[in-house]
């Protein structure tokens, strides 16, 4: 069973991405909590808006090996969690335009871990993946901006976690932004330090 976000999450590695004992098992709906959790009392799309400059300004006075550095064994470098996030956007636009223009439709998770390491995200360039994640949320932020508010209660059947409305991937996305903030603020605190 895996643990997802709104795209897919294994329980092992949200555990190891969130710093939680490594053999607690988190469950879709404990995860989506926990996320939703994180963007309690917030405008998300305000949290989508500015994560990239947040990003930016996390990431700007960081060296190469800054960002290629893990926190430990089996935990992911900051470089990692950018690409993770890039291409998390991208798999995020396809299925909000896939339930705006398909109400109803299938979502189909994804195994981030085979993403991160097929997809070499330990070789990937951090403000390259920060490009690539500014230009997909801008445009999945548009295209939220063009369509009408009643599409927003357009849904997706996700195979593990049931319906998902566009608001509810909305709240999603920057529950997952900020969690992932969370992760980078540490880790590049942690890398000015040594």
């Known amino acids: 069973m895996r643990a997802l976000f709104y795209l897919a999450i294994r329980p092992h590695t949200c555990n190891q991405l969130c ?8 469950t879709p709906q404990q995860y ?3 996320m939703l959790g994180y ?3 917030k405008d998300p799309l305000r949290v989508q808006k500015e994560t990239a400059k947040k990003l930016q300004k996390l990431t700007k006075p960081l ?6 550095r893990q926190p430990a064994p089996g935990k992911w470098s900051i470089a990692q969690i950018m690409a993770h996030l890039a291409d998390a956007e ?3 636009g396809w299925r909000m335009r896939s339930i705006l223009t398909n109400n109803g439709t299938s979502l189909q998770p994804f195994d981030q871990d085979a993403w991160a390491e097929t997809l070499g995200y330990s070789r990937r360039d951090a403000k390259t993946s920060l490009e690539m994640f500014r230009v997909l949320r801008e445009n999945n932020l548009r295209l939220l901006q063009s369509v009408p508010k009643n599409l927003w209660e357009n849904y997706g059947m996700h195979q593990e976690r049931g319906k998902e409305t ?3 991937i909305v ?4 529950g997952h932004d900020l969690n992932h903030l969370g992760q980078i603020e540490r880790i590049a605190k ?4 040594k």
């Open 32 to 34: 989506t909590q926990r």
């Open 171 to 174: 709240r999603m996305f920057a």
């Open 63 to 68: 060296s190469k090996r800054q960002l290629a």
């Open 39 to 41: 963007v309690n009392g």
């Open 19 to 26: 710093h939680r004992r490594q053999d607690m098992q988190e």
């Open 166 to 168: 566009i608001s509810h």
């Open 190 to 193: 942690e890398s000015r330090r």
């Open 90 to 92: 991208l798999a995020g």
